[in-house]
Every structure is written in C-alpha cells, then in structure tokens.
C-alpha cells in the first residue's frame, strides 16, 4: 500500500504544477475536512492554483506584449488595425 508521505515525496522529485494538485486533491478527498492535515494540504492545493493561474495570465500579458511590440514595428496604422482586428475576434 502506498503511504501518503511515499505520494509527497512522489511529489517534490519534480512533478509538474498540474500533476501536484491531483495528488493532493486524491489524498485529501478521502480526509475529513477538520483534519489539521487536510486543511494544511487544502492550503497547500490553493496556493499551488493560485501560482497556476497567475502563470497562465503573466504567459498571455507576455503574448500581448509580443503582438503588440510587432504591430508597432510595422507602424501606427498598422498597430491600430491589428488592434481592431483581434478585438473584433476575441
């Protein structure tokens, strides 16, 4: 049987953000949620999604600035239509 401390070890040899949250969730699921250990781990999931997302959003400013630094290159109208263009689309 596997211990639940064998999974956080599991865990911290590198698994990926993603990978790390299923895992926690899978132990905690079968916890009762008043267990000081449960609401440690919850914690931990939370802050683990909260990286996550602010991952995911410094990736899109990133792509933005890309798009915008190569509308800009191609000049002022360019910029402004390319600007249109993705507004009308997204």
């Given at each position: 049987m596997i211990?639940?401390?064998d999974l956080l070890a599991f865990c911290r040899a590198g698994l990926d953000t993603e990978s790390i949250i299923a895992?926690?969730?899978a132990i905690?699921?079968?916890m009762n949620a008043n267990d000081p250990a449960c609401i440690a781990l919850d914690k931990c999931n939370d802050t683990l999604m909260d990286l996550q997302e602010q991952a995911?959003?410094?990736e899109l400013w990133?792509?933005?600035d890309v798009a915008c630094k190569r509308a800009q290159s191609l000049g002022p109208a360019s910029a402004?239509?390319?600007f249109i263009q993705q507004?009308?689309?997204a």
């Open positions: 211990r639940q401390a895992v926690l969730s905690t699921s079968r995911r959003e410094s990133a792509a933005d402004i239509h390319s507004g009308a689309t």
